[in-house]
């Protein structure tokens, strides 16, 4: 076979395309430090690739959301602490205050600083993460706490009513009724108030039937409900500042709870004209449930088939029943996390029925590993109380058990760190021994609740600990094995590199060569 000039010409330059591509390409090898630089390279691998660095981007998510949780909870951890250093100088100054051997000026000198004790407490429980507060459940970007006026008696009759407080005051307003008599009833009645610890006080009368005490700047109007009911006080010794047999009224600072909560379960029928004051759900519900009626006579007694969704109805969990129960006015189904109740007050249950089922959430929660999350919010008023106004009702109540605003007998202890702290220096404002008395129990159960709730954060931030060192360990193997794909090997990048190298300049001196000879050089 002839051999021309052009086959040499195209053998030549596809062996020196072929040897350049060979070299380029181990040369993009060496600046990458990679072995695997696109899909072509390796097809396997690059699939094997993403995988992990999609892993890893899942765990470095990880690791940042466990960052986040831990200046949450690490600052919850320090507040409480101070929370707990101020307690304990307030039960220094509550047992200076109760002792019989303090006079009425040595009282008022101690109130100085427990009220800026109460105030630093507030500014606590206000604190705020990156400009989040820390305790006020999902309104992140509000006060938990706001300062408020509030009232203690001595009478029953009087704390366990609903009341209104508007105005501020410096000082604690202590109020004594001079007659005995029904607030919103036929007559009028005179009382007295001072603002300067019992020292002075202004006589006003309150008119029938007016329910509202003007006390200069602060007004107090009480609630009669419905249907209207008076509320009984009783007089006191005017001349006697110490005669506790009548009607005496404390109006005191408190912190008013400004965040969302996690009290209730709501039920909102879809689908049905069944009473919505006939349904209920208790029991501790996580996220919404759907339930669905499938099958139904109309009668609460009678079996019931349902199902229900924890995903908005995308799945179902079907075949469950309610078995008969001749004569039952109620029925209770099972549900993951609680129970669904519907009541036979005339209502009809209909086939298709649905109810949803909303538990209200303050918890704020960040993923920490699969399926595994952590709260790292706290709620104030579950830790530490004052009074509440839960959005729809008519009127403010106070938190925690224990009623905080009675004094005396039957008043009890309670956890409500607010409520304790205004109480106190309410009563060192006003020179009153016993009731300091009482607040001093009532600080000990508030900073042994205070500290419960600290463990319970400590606990939170151990757990972040472990789950870092996890995702840390994970993220270390997620390299290695993305490092195991797609690096190369250096030395043997090199080795190989020279090879091409030596091929690449051989192939070009051959060529060379090749192409010099001719016939003509014989000739």
């Known amino acids: 076979m002839r051999v021309s000039q052009q086959m040499l010409f195209n053998t030549y330059v596809s062996n020196m395309n072929r040897s350049l591509t060979d070299l380029v390409e181990t040369n993009i090898q060496s600046q990458t430090q990679k072995k695997v630089n696109k899909p072509s390279d390796d097809p396997v691998g690059m699939a094997r690739i993403l995988d992990h660095r999609e892993t890893l981007a899942t765990v470095k998510q990880y690791r940042d959301n466990v960052d986040t949780a831990k200046g949450w909870l690490s600052l919850s951890d320090s507040t409480l602490t101070q929370v707990s250093t101020i307690l304990t100088r307030a039960k220094e100054l509550a047992e200076q205050g109760a002792s019989g051997t303090l006079q009425e000026e040595n009282r008022e000198q101690i109130s100085y600083e427990a009220r800026q004790l109460f105030q630093q407490l507030v500014a606590l429980a206000n604190t705020e993460y990156e400009g989040k507060s820390i305790y006020a459940g999902h309104k992140v970007n509000e006060n938990a706490f706001a300062e408020k006026l509030w009232m203690t008696s001595n009478d029953a009759n009087v704390s366990s009513r609903n009341f209104t407080i508007t105005g501020n005051a410096d000082t604690t307003i202590v109020v004594q009724f001079l007659e005995s008599g029904d607030i919103g009833g036929p007559d009028d009645i005179d009382y007295r108030y001072s603002k300067d610890g019992g020292k002075t006080f202004i006589t006003k009368t309150l008119t029938s039937p007016d329910t509202q005490l003007d006390l200069d700047g602060v007004t107090m109007d009480f609630d009669l409900g419905t ?99 001749a004569g ?161 090997d250096v030395g043997e990048l090199m080795t190989k590199l020279s090879q091409q190298q030596i091929v690449y300049e051989a192939v070009l001196k051959s060529s060379s060569m090749i192409m010099k000879m001719n016939l003509l050089n014989y000739v």
């Open 227 to 325: 249907p209207a009911a008076n509320i009984p006080v009783v007089a006191n010794d005017p001349d006697n500042t110490n005669d506790t047999s009548g009607t005496w009224m404390w109006v005191r600072p408190t912190a008013q709870y400004m965040g969302d909560d996690a009290d209730d379960i709501n039920v909102v029928g879809l689908n049905t004209n069944f009473p919505a004051a006939d349904v209920s759900a208790d029991g501790s519900f996580t996220e919404n449930v759907v339930v669905r009626i499938d099958s139904t006579t109309g009668a609460i007694d009678d079996e019931i088939t349902y199902s229900y969704s924890s995903d908005g109805g995308v799945t179902w969990n079907e075949g469950n029943v309610k078995p008969l129960d």
């Open 328 to 488: 039952a006015t109620s029925a209770v189904l099972p549900l993951p996390g609680g129970t669904f109740t519907l009541v036979d007050n005339g209502g009809t249950l209909t086939n298709g029925a649905e109810f949803l089922i909303h538990p209200d959430s303050a918890a704020m929660d960040v993923q920490i590993q699969e399926n595994e999350f952590v709260q790292i919010n706290d709620i104030g008023k579950d830790l530490f109380g004052g009074i509440y106004k839960k959005p729809g009702d008519s009127g403010a109540s106070v938190v925690f058990n224990g009623n905080s605003m009675l004094l005396g007998d039957g008043a009890g202890t309670t956890q409500n760190m607010f409520e304790t702290m205004g109480n106190l220096v309410a009563f060192l404002e006003t020179n009153n021994q016993s009731g300091v008395q009482q607040c001093l129990e009532n600080l000990n159960e508030s900073q042994k609740h205070v500290l419960t709730r600290a463990a319970d954060v400590g606990g939170r931030e151990n757990r972040l600990a472990v789950a870092d060192q996890v995702l840390s360990s994970l993220e270390l193997n997620e390299k290695d094995r993305i490092s195991h794909i797609e690096d190369v």
